[in-house]
Nanobody, 126 residues
Framework: QVQLVESGGGLVQAGGSLRLSCAASGRSLSSYAMAWFRQAPGKEREFVAAISRKSGITYYTHYTDSVKGRFTISRDDAKNTVYLQMNSLKPEDTAVYYC????????????????WGQGTQVTVSS
């Protein structure tokens, strides 16, 4: 079992930045692909970003189009933590952000993820 706990959410003005963290316990995250999803009020949960397990010296990352160039996903396997750096935030980024772990290959499909955190609220004011 993997337990995931997100932190770092909050209220920020448009154009500002936040860094979300996802701390894992129970097992090493190094064996998992990791992702961030978000769910805005009245909307379905959607993929934001994902990062693969280490392949050689490389991690592969994927982003939804709306956050490319603004958000960066990263991981520190030694600290068992995944991050989402969010810059140039927009009101439409307002959502609950969830961290997820996948025992398989990195994917944008939320149904493939095995473990989920409880979420952290991000609110961007205009």
């Amino acid at each position: 079992q993997v337990q995931l706990v997100e932190s770092g959410g909050g209220l920020v003005q448009a154009g500002g930045s936040l860094r979300l963290s996802c701390a894992a316990s129970g097992r090493s995250l190094s064996s998992y692909a990791m992702a961030w999803f978000r769910q805005a009020p009245g909307k379905e949960r959607e993929f934001v970003a994902a990062i693969s397990r280490k392949s050689g010296i490389t991690y592969y990352t994927h982003y939804t189009d709306s956050v490319k160039g603004r958000f960066t996903i990263s991981r520190d396997d030694a600290k068992n933590t995944v991050y989402l750096q969010m810059n140039s935030l927009k009101p439409e980024d307002t959502a609950v952000y969830y961290c997820a772990a996948d025992r398989g290959v990195v994917t944008k499909s939320e149904t493939e993820y095995d473990y989920w955190g409880q979420g952290t609220q991000v609110t961007v004011s205009s």
